[in-house]
């Protein structure tokens, strides 16, 4: 069974992640840290890390957050920069932000890049320049102009009180030179329509000719999860919307929430693997192939009749379920289990494949637990005995959890 190996305090816990071989103390050997991002209507919205996590796990030190930054806000997106990416010393890390949202205060969001030499030594780079009223939950590291540097893709929204709601695919152009010196990079707009997640696909590609399409799970501006292709050698040549076909893979289980891309049926062609995020006990855990040959994708729901939990003052906006994750597998062959977490339906659940053959798509769903809160974004990561973390951020109950999930739950 799955087992709930540790607990501790965290106020406003929002989105978290793993950040593999963080500096810890001065001395200590590296290990994983967790960082956790924090959503306030009021007040600062720190983001912070707990060093060491493995240690807090086994018991042996106290969770001890440090504040990575608190001046920027609703930071829905926070990941370590690529090895390589940027242009600084081999022991010092780079965290990338995204955020905003459509809370008062938070609509005008951001991409900010903060610069860790050592745990109390950090630097601030904002790379992407204000547009009212956007704001950002998604970036990916691409080098779109070929030049050799990666840039950032992202995505955006705009939700207005009255008026259009809007979604736009950018990306920013790392300079040659300064990319940390606080200089925003250059912004060039591909197209309308992406405006949360999004996944660069390996496979959505048309005829092998263009950089890897972008596929979109777009919530606000057209409830879509769509492929948008560019036709040039780089996604540079399609500045502006030149060159760019747009494919909508589903049009009726929307707004979608998240995509990821990955093998799930073991036919060794990746497939989407997608939420919706729905009021009505209509949220879906779904998926898209698209075999060898095909000439379209074909959905598959893998679960259903999600909904966001009972609350006495029930506000509008809320909807299940969260994110998912495609679980790394044992062995060759072996389909992977999904890790998913309800947002506002307060639970998270494993599912896991009832058949080993190719074109089955059923699963079994554990539920690890319900709440009545809202949960974060969850993380998870492999542990130094090779066992599979989960870590859950419960943000209404102001807790962070771990668990602990066997290969067989
Ligand atoms: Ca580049
Ligand atoms: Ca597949």
Redesign the pocket.
């Given at each position: 069974m799955a087992a709930r190996i540790a607990s501790f305090p965290f106020k406003n816990a929002a989105v978290s992640t793993v950040l593999p071989r963080w500096p810890g103390p001065a001395g200590a050997a590296l290990q994983a840290a967790l960082l956790i991002t924090t959503y306030a209507a009021f007040g600062k919205e720190p983001v912070s890390i707990v060093a060491n996590i493995e240690d807090v796990l086994a018991g042996k030190i106290a969770a001890a957050p440090v504040t990575l930054e608190s001046m920027t806000g609703w930071t829905n997106y926070a990941e370590l920069v690529p090895e390589g990416a940027l242009p600084v010393s081999a022991s010092s890390r780079i965290v990338a932000t995204a955020g905003g949202f459509l809370v008062p205060g938070h609509q005008t969001g951001s991409i900010d890049l903060f610069h860790v030499t050592a745990p109390n030594n950090v630097s601030h780079a904002k790379i992407s320049t204000d547009k009212e009223g956007f704001f950002y939950h998604k970036i990916v590291w691409h080098d779109c102009d070929g030049d050799g540097r990666l840039d950032v893709m992202a995505a955006r929204a705009k939700v207005p009180n009255v008026g259009e709601k809007q979604g736009e695919l950018i990306w920013l152009e790392q300079p040659a030179a300064g990319a940390l010196n606080g200089t925003p990079w250059k912004e060039h707009v591909l197209s309308a329509g992406p405006d949360v997640d999004f996944v660069l696909s390996a496979h959505a590609e048309s005829d092998g000719s263009g950089p890897p399409p972008v596929v979109a799970a777009q919530y606000f501006s057209a409830p879509l999860l769509a492929i948008y292709r560019c036709a040039g050698a780089t996604w540079a040549a399609c500045d502006g919307g030149k060159g760019i076909s747009v494919e909508t893979l589903d049009e009726d289980f929307g707004p979608f929430f998240a995509v990821q891309e990955s093998?799930?049926?073991?036919?060794?062609?990746?497939?989407l693997l997608v939420t919706n995020s729905r009021p009505n006990a209509t949220g879906a855990l779904l998926a898209y192939?698209k075999p060898t040959g095909a000439s379209g994708y074909t959905r598959h729901v893998l679960a259903s009749g999600y909904a966001p939990a009972p609350k006495p003052l029930a506000g509008p906006g809320r909807g299940a379920p969260g994110k998912p994750f495609a679980l790394p597998t044992y062995s060759p062959g072996e389909k992977p289990r999904v890790l998913l977490s309800g947002d506002d339906g307060g639970f998270v659940s494993v599912l896991t494949p009832t058949s080993k053959a190719v074109g089955e798509w059923s699963y079994q769903q554990t539920y690890l637990f319900n709440s009545t809160g809202t949960i974060g974004q969850l993380s998870w990561m492999i542990n130094a005995s090779s066992a599979l973390i989960a870590f859950v951020p419960l943000f209404s109950e102001g807790r962070i959890e771990a668990w602990a999930l066997p290969r067989i739950m």
């Open positions: 093998d799930l049926d073991g036919d060794g062609i990746p497939d192939s």
